[in-house]
């Protein structure tokens, strides 16, 4: 059972502590430097290991039988004494860590620490207690990798007064620099961003006949239809732009009654006047400012070739490493200030230590609500501070960036999935209900006017790059559509039906498909991971679309 839950962390971690792996990964014809605090290797290392490529640090199939295990004990690797001197590196380097160059250098050797206590031997003694080092390794990975991250890496660093579409733009633009533009492109507000899940969506075209393409999920909290349309039109590039845009969202974005607050602090921003300038955002080039690092793996060996290469590698001896690797604080409740929405205060929340299971606060009732900030409701998760991961020893002045806990959760195609499921028996204990009359998104209820403005010209410039569009109306659950919801979603729907066929993209309406699948949800208008996976089936079962074919063979991962 424990092996089981290592592999689903161990493959859940390594994919958003990319960055740092991808780095360790290729270490053939990378640059040669010397190891933190290391000498010089005294002798070369032969060209027929340098050729190997590393092994898997995920562990072994607890279902496999001892013979049919590959990897052999070497007593002359012992990979548990590696490990440890990795930690023990990690862990001095980050008490003093300050920049993105030294987190990226702790992730390094953490990455090292895991796949070394991963090659204890499963017939070694040290086994079970070097499972459990690994999980708590991946966490220390994890943690380095955000603080890694924490620096934006967009030359400018100019912020469009949105963090989520900054840190969006910023994958997005990272995404494009590995891969390519991706095939097909999810634009809307959060109820895209966690209601079409681009990985099941790739999967189930696959299943389809329609494999390799590149899916990515460029929602963005708040996203009205001149949010959309600025990102499509005046954002990305040309070059940028996918081959099919899939708008999934409602009624609320279109809405122009309702005081658009996400716009209008985009087009206030100083990104919003660098573009108007002909500035547009970019990444650094590809020019490290530091030689960077290489590692070797841990290796099935046959002889002594592999440790004897590791043994030119002067590393700091350890004479009890398991009392030297104390990383981890003794268990403890402690508290994170997070913003109250509807008032603007502060509240404590206890944050766990695995930074697993709290849950933020969300829109109250008896206020009106504004849908740019609904998407912070059930499930949110609190991240715990970063001290947490640190060594017992580390002092307490070390600056340390507190994650974006919203960015934090976006996967490495843009989606952000949720957990919770909406529970109406329990969900209203806490929250006041907010009727579609108190509702600031449907106030004024207008579909024409600026919203129908920006959707018109967002329509025409996908068109005249002859970019098929779909846009999809989200689900909704029973609960939320009282009256005053059901006619404007009745409104929306009849417009969008006419738009279809005057424009001649493809509407699909999703919004009563599921009403009272709460299970669904994350909240009464916010699906959960469950639903997107649900509503991307859907979409990639339905044969009178046209999906491209994929522009590259360049996979996403």
Sequence with gaps: MIRRYIVNLSTSIFQRAGAAVALLALTVGCSSAKPPNTAAPSGSIESAVLAQPPTSVLAQNPNKTKKSISVPSCPENDGFTESINFATQASNLAQSANSKQDWDEVAALWVQAVAWMQAVPPGSPRRAFAEKKVVEYMKNLVYAQQQAGGARSISSTVSFSSDLLDEQLELYLSYVAAVGPPDVLIVGSSRALQGVDPKQLKQSLAERGSSGLKVFNFAVNG???????????????????????????????????????????????EGSKLLAAGVRPKLPSDEPDVIPQCFRFPQPCANNTFRKAFASVDRPFISNPVASELILPAARTRHCRVPTINSGRETA?????????????????????????????????????AAQYLPLSAPTTVAIRQVNTLADSIDSNGFMPMSARYNPNTYYRERAYVSGRFDRDYEDFNLGGKQAKAFNSAVAFIKSRKIPLVFVN????????????????????QRMQQLSQQKGFAFRDLSQRWPN??????????????????VSRLLASDTSLTWPRPKSRSSDG
């Design 517 to 534: 699948r709460n299970d669904y949800f994350v909240d009464p208008s916010h699906l959960n991971r469950f639903g997107a996976i649900a």
């Design 349 to 385: 929340l206890p944050c766990p230590l695995d930074g697993s299971g709290a849950t933020g606060n969300e829109i109250g009732r008896g206020q009106k609500a504004h849908s740019t900030l609904e998407f912070m409701s059930a499930g949110t998760r609190i991240r715990p501070v």
């Design 474 to 493: 989200l689900p909704l659950t029973d609960d939320y559509l009282d009256p005053t919801r059901r006619w404007a979603e009745q409104q929306f729907r």
């Design 223 to 269: 996203a009205t239809a001149q949010v959309v349309d600025f990102q499509l039109r005046r954002l990305l590039k040309p070059e940028h732009l996918p081959q099919m845009i899939v708008w999934a969202d409602g009624v609320r974005a279109f809405n122009s009654g309702r005081d658009d607050r996400t716009f209008n602090s985009i087009v206030g921003s």
